[in-house]
């Protein structure tokens, strides 16, 4: 499996506990509800195809590159942010539950 797929894994199980939780705990309105299980989806779709599926290009219009393509960002670059962000939130979030 290669890294991004197993990347995309451990991010879209990020994203259903958090769509979970916000179902248990009545957290958020029905948009976040729905961002949050199109998101995993997508994710868990990534994961186990290897790029993403091709109704989501057509429906985009075409406008989204495929992951073959050179000019991307190389996830070297985007995936220590993005788990950087996500660290962040999490921190934060823990913060403001436990003494606010």
């Not at 995309?8 to 199980?13: C, G, M, V, W």
């Not at 219009?61 to 070297?76: C, F």
């Amino acid at each position: 499996m290669a890294t991004r797929r197993i990347v995309a894994s451990a991010l879209s199980i990020v994203i259903l506990a958090l769509f979970v939780w916000s179902i248990i705990g009545g957290v958020g309105d029905l948009r976040t509800k729905i961002i949050l299980g199109v998101g995993a989806l997508l994710g868990f779709l990534y994961a186990a195809i290897g790029r993403i599926p091709d109704w989501i290009v057509d429906f985009g219009g075409g406008t989204i590159t495929h992951d073959d393509d050179p000019s991307n960002l190389s996830p070297r670059f985007y995936l220590p942010i993005l788990i950087g962000v996500i660290l962040f939130a999490a921190i934060a979030f823990y913060i403001v539950q436990r003494f606010l």
